[in-house]
Nanobody, 125 residues
Framework: QVELVESGGGLVQAGCSLRLSCVAS????????MGWFRQAPGKEREFVAA????????YYRDSVEGRFTISRDNAKNTVYLQMNSLKPEDTAVYYC??????????????????WGQGTQVTVSS
């Protein structure tokens, strides 16, 4: 059983940056592809970014490409989401998720076995 705990959310103004962290425990972190998803009020949860288990591939939704960067530190069992140039439409609860040996189709929620509880990101205009 893998436990995921997100942190780093908060309230910021448009144009500012935040870095989300997700610490994993209970499993071999380096074997898991990791993803970030988000859910805004009244909307479906959507894919944001993912990194393959090897770290060799990253994936982003179009609206965050060039602004967000996903990375991982296997020594710290942590995946990060650096979010720059934040916009009000980025406001959502952000969730991290783990996919055993995930390397493809990482934008599909059904591929992920474990989910964190989420961290709130609010961007004011």
């Amino acid at each position: 059983q893998v436990e995921l705990v997100e942190s780093g959310g908060g309230l910021v103004q448009a144009g500012c940056s935040l870095r989300l962290s997700c610490v994993a425990s209970g499993g071999a972190f380096s074997n898991y592809g990791m993803g970030w998803f988000r859910q805004a009020p009244g909307k479906e949860r959507e894919f944001v970014a993912a990194i393959s288990w090897s770290g060799g591939n990253t994936y982003y939704r179009d609206s965050v490409e060039g602004r967000f960067t996903i990375s991982r530190d296997n020594a710290k069992n942590t995946v990060y989401l650096q979010m720059n140039s934040l916009k009000p439409e980025d406001t959502a609860v952000y969730y991290c998720a783990a996919d055993l040996f995930g390397a493809a189709a990482m934008d599909r929620q059904g591929e992920y076995e474990y989910w964190g509880q989420g961290t709130q990101v609010t961007v004011s205009s």
